[in-house]
C-alpha cells in the first residue's frame, strides 16, 4: 500500500512539473504588460502590441501594431511616470490607454477610433463600466495627495461623478516610506488597483482592503487580508527599501528620512481577477514563489498558495497575468538575453 501511495505522489509531481512551461518570445524589447484572451496573447512593449496565438505550448506572432507618434493608431508613453500602454480587449475590440488619449482598435490590431483627454490628459487607465467608464487621478487637498477614482462620460471623457479615495504616500510633512517605494518601483504609477469583473468594480483601499461597487458607485461590500493574516515589514526589508530610496531620490531622501515611517504590517501589494476568483499577491517569498490569496467574489477565503513569481529586482515585478488557474509572465533571460514566457500553475 505504500509503495502504491510513494507511486501516486511520484506521479502528481511530475505533473506538476511538466505543467510549468517555458516558450522563448523573440523581438520583444521592453514588455509593460501581457494580456490573454482566449487563445492569444497580447503584449504591450513601449509604444507597440504584439499580437501571439497561444495554441499546444507554442506562440507565434500573429501582428505588431503602433508606434510612437500623436496620430491616429499611434501612442505617446508618459515618459516622468514611464507608465506604458495598458490595454482592455473584449469580444468586439481592444481599448489602448496611452498618455493624453483612448485608443480603439480591432482584436486583430486595426486602428478604428481615439479620442483625446481634452481635459485631463493625465487620466490614467481607463476602462468600460456598463455605459460609463473607471479611470483614477492624483490630486492634492487640504496639504494630503489623494488617489481619486472616478466615473467619465464615455464620449468627452469628462469627469461626472467621483466614488473612491485612497490616501497616497504623502500626508502633509509625513511620507508612508512603503507607498512612496511602491510609487516609485512598481510596473505603473497607478494609483489604486481596480478590476472589473461581472459588472461589478473590484477596487484597493488602505489596510489590504478591496471594495466591491456596482455600476452607479454603490458601494457593495468590501474585506481585507488582514482579517486573515497580517505580515509585519521586517529591518531587513526597510533598509532594503531604503537603500533604493537613497539612489533613487539623492535630492529629496534626507527629508524621505527626517519624515518618512514604514507602517508595521506589508500593504496590499496586487490582485487580479480571473475564473471567478480574486488572487491577491502578499509580500511573502519562499526562494522563487510568492504567495497568493485565493477569494470568491464575495471576498470569503478559498485557499493559500505558494506559485512561482518572478522579479527584475524588489518590488518591480516582470509582467504577469492569471487565467484558467496559471500565472503567464514574460521575463528576460540573463543568460540569452532574450525574453521568455512562463506558465506555472497556482
Request: one cysteine or more; aromatic letters at 12%.
Amino acid at each position: 500500500m505504500r509503495k502504491h501511495k510513494l507511486l501516486l505522489l511520484l506521479l502528481l509531481a511530475g505533473i506538476r512539473v511538466l505543467a510549468a512551461q517555458v516558450i522563448a518570445v523573440p523581438g520583444l524589447g521592453k514588455p509593460d504588460s501581457l494580456t490573454l484572451f482566449k487563445d492569444r496573447l497580447y503584449i504591450t512593449d513601449q509604444d507597440k502590441i504584439s499580437i501571439y496565438s497561444l495554441q499546444d505550448s507554442k506562440l507565434m506572432l500573429i501582428k505588431t501594431f503602433g508606434r510612437a507618434g500623436e496620430g491616429p493608431g499611434e501612442f505617446k508613453i508618459n515618459s516622468i511616470d514611464r507608465i506604458g500602454l495598458r490595454i482592455i480587449v473584449r469580444e468586439e475590440n481592444i481599448l489602448v490607454n496611452s498618455q493624453g488619449k483612448l485608443s480603439t482598435f480591432t482584436r486583430d490590431g486595426i486602428f478604428i477610433e481615439e479620442k483625446k483627454m481634452l481635459v485631463n490628459p493625465e487620466l490614467q487607465l481607463l476602462k468600460p463600466l456598463g455605459k460609463k467608464y473607471v479611470g483614477f487621478v492624483r490630486e492634492n487637498r487640504d496639504n494630503i495627495t489623494y488617489y481619486l477614482v472616478n466615473f467619465y462620460d464615455p464620449t468627452t471623457l469628462q469627469k461626472e461623478k467621483e466614488f473612491h479615495r485612497m490616501r497616497t504616500f504623502s500626508i502633509g510633512n509625513s511620507i508612508d516610506i512603503m507607498r512612496l517605494a511602491l510609487v516609485l518601483k512598481n510596473d505603473t504609477r497607478r494609483g489604486p488597483i481596480y478590476q472589473i469583473y461581472n459588472d461589478r468594480l473590484f477596487v484597493e483601499g488602505e489596510d489590504c482592503r478591496i471594495f466591491v461597487y456596482d455600476q452607479q458607485g454603490k458601494e457593495l461590500r468590501s474585506f481585507s487580508v488582514h482579517d486573515y493574516e497580517k505580515l509585519e515589514i521586517t529591518e531587513d526589508f526597510k533598509k532594503e527599501v531604503m537603500t533604493y530610496l537613497e539612489k533613487r531620490l539623492p535630492t529629496a531622501f534626507i527629508n524621505v528620512k527626517r519624515n518618512g515611517k514604514f507602517p508595521r504590517y506589508f500593504p496590499l501589494k496586487f490582485f487580479l481577477i480571473a475564473d471567478g476568483k480574486i488572487y491577491v499577491q502578499t509580500f511573502k517569498r519562499e526562494k522563487d514563489k510568492s504567495e497568493f490569496y485565493i477569494f470568491d467574489l464575495d471576498g470569503k477565503l478559498i485557499r493559500k498558495a505558494m506559485a512561482p513569481f518572478r522579479e527584475s529586482e524588489l518590488l518591480c515585478a516582470y509582467p504577469y497575468t492569471i487565467a484558467t488557474g496559471k500565472i503567464y509572465q514574460v521575463t528576460e533571460n540573463e543568460d540569452t538575453e532574450e525574453w521568455e514566457l512562463h506558465i506555472d500553475e497556482i
